[in-house]
């Protein structure tokens, strides 16, 4: 149900802001993270891999920090850029 309210949000586009590396960069590729998650908690015979999008610039391969969980930060805070 929430979702489905976020997505009638009618936003005017000139009441945001760019997101913008510090050298300026205004455009990110999209990639993943990717998580081993043990077999023990997914409950099967294997070791699963849970892939997390995140978006990077791709001059630095640095990703931009409001993408990452707020739980993996702290692990990738040197591969994390501020937007």
Same mark, same amino acid.
């Given at each position: 149900?929430?979702? *489905? !309210?976020? +997505?009638? =949000?009618?936003?005017?586009? #000139?009441?945001?802001?760019?997101?913008?590396?510090?050298?300026?960069?205004? /455009?990110? *590729? !999209?990639? +993943?993270? =990717?998580?081993?998650?043990? #077999?023990?908690?997914?409950?099967?015979?294997?070791?699963?891999?849970?892939? /997390?999008?995140?978006?990077?610039?791709?001059?630095?391969?640095?990703?931009?920090?409001?993408?990452?969980?707020?739980?993996?930060?702290?692990?990738?805070?040197?591969?994390?850029?501020?937007?």
């Amino acid at each position: 149900m929430q979702d *489905q !309210q976020q +997505m009638n =949000l009618n936003i005017d586009l #000139k009441a945001t802001k760019s997101v913008e590396t510090e050298e300026g960069n205004v /455009i990110f *590729q !999209q990639g +993943m993270l =990717l998580r081993e998650v043990s #077999k023990f908690v997914v409950g099967s015979d294997e070791n699963s891999i849970l892939p /997390i999008p995140v978006f990077y610039d791709p001059q630095t391969g640095k990703i931009l920090e409001g993408t990452v969980p707020k739980e993996l930060r702290e692990e990738y805070k040197d591969f994390l850029i501020n937007g």
